[in-house]
Structures are given as C-alpha cells and as structure tokens.
T-cell receptor, first 112, second 113 residues
C-alpha cells in the first residue's frame, strides 16, 4: 500500500468551477501536510500547508484536513486555465526524522 | 525569497561515468534533500541531510552518495552512472523542523546513454 495516494487524473474542470483534489495517507501519526503545484517542466512550488484538523483558506485555495479519516484535500475556487498543473500532496511522517512522502500527483486541466 | 539553485538544468552522461550534481541554498536552511522524479512514480527521496557532514538514506539510496561539507551546499554523486538513473533530479531545502516547508530547486534532467 502506497503511503500517500492521489488520483492521478487527469481531472478536467471548466473555467470558473471548483476543482477538488484529494489525498489519503497511511501513517496515522503524520503531523504536517502540504500541497505543491508543479507546472510541466518546472519544479514543485508550495501552495498550502496545514497542520491541524479543519479548513485553511488562502485566496482561492482551501486545504482541508481530517486526521481521523486520514485524508487531506485541496479546493480551488473559480478555477483558471493558469491553474492547469500537477498537484502534489506531501506528508511528513512521524518517524522522528525528516521524512516527507509525496503522492504521485493529480493532473488538473482547467478548460477555458 | 528562498533561492535553491542547481548546477545544471540538463546533463547528458555515458554509462559508467561519475556524475556530480550540486545544489546550493542561500537561506541558511538546516535540511537539504535530493529527490528523483519519474513519470507515475512521483518524487522519491534519495538522501537527505539535517546538518553539515550529516546524511541519512532515503527510500532509494542505491547507486548514489552525497556530500555536505558546507551548510549551503549539498552534492549528489552517481559513482558509476547507469541508464536506469536517467531521471529528473530535484534538490530541496527546509529551515529546520519537521513541520517546515521544502523549497525546491529548478531540477536537473539527467540522461545516461
């Protein structure tokens, strides 16, 4: 079983719609969770970090964390064509060290 | 702004060659990481370092070694390059704790012929 799982997509949404990206993880003791955006041919860049249960909003982006169910999600409101990218979920494991596990990513296409 | 730079964007090497990939960060970060990224497999951790001269194996350390002689510089070494090491290599750094965000360099696309 993969430690961090994401639907590979592609996920296609029309411009202006809400895009919902989901991620599940297996280490119940994980403490920190991140969403990165990666454009084709570029390196990942951080969108959101979340550490406690509930929602965290930043502009058009909302991260949601549910530790009991071991999932974290990212909502993108008013999706734009420029949001088209691969979104990586990352989880820092509770190993006592610094181990981050990345999901394989979900490809998002926003149609104009 | 955090800046992480990598020595090359594209590199072509032959099987058996020794390859050095260098990464430099300018924000006094404690932690540095080397990943490789392959289609469908996501980012996989090769090695990381949480202090000068300290290193820890990641998930796929075989065929690689690392060096961290100075805080700002973390080098990945392929002792004898093989074709299955053709990949995108990404360096990252983070401040210190386990909660800190990782900042990525632009990546090096290595092709081993």
């Amino acid at each position: 079983q993969k430690e961090v799982e994401q639907n590979s997509g592609p996920l296609s949404v029309p411009e202006g719609a809400i895009a919902s990206l989901n991620c599940t993880y297996s280490d119940r003791g994980s403490q920190s969770f991140f969403w990165y955006r990666q454009y084709s041919g570029k390196s990942p860049e951080l969108i959101m970090s979340i550490y406690s249960n509930g929602d965290k909003e930043d502009g058009r982006f909302t991260a949601q964390l549910n530790k009991a169910s071991q999932y974290v999600s990212l909502l993108i409101r008013d999706s734009q064509p420029s949001d088209s990218a691969t979104y990586l979920c990352a989880v820092n494991l509770n190993t006592g060290g610094f181990k981050t596990i990345f999901g394989a990513g979900t490809r998002l296409f926003v149609k104009a | 702004d955090v800046k992480v730079t990598q020595s090359s964007r594209y590199l072509v090497k032959r099987t058996g060659e020794k390859v050095f990939l260098e990464c430099v960060q300018d924000m006094d970060h404690e932690n540095m990481f080397w990943y490789r990224q392959d289609p469908g497999l996501g980012l996989r951790l090769i090695y990381f370092s949480y202090d000068v001269k300290m290193k820890e194996k990641g998930d796929i350390p075989e065929g690689y070694s690392v060096s961290r002689e100075k805080k700002e510089r973390f080098s990945l070494i392929l002792e004898s390059a093989s074709t299955n090491q053709t990949s995108m290599y990404l360096c990252a750094s983070s401040l210190s704790g386990n909660l800190d965000t990782q900042y990525f360099g632009p990546g090096t696309r290595l092709t081993v012929l």
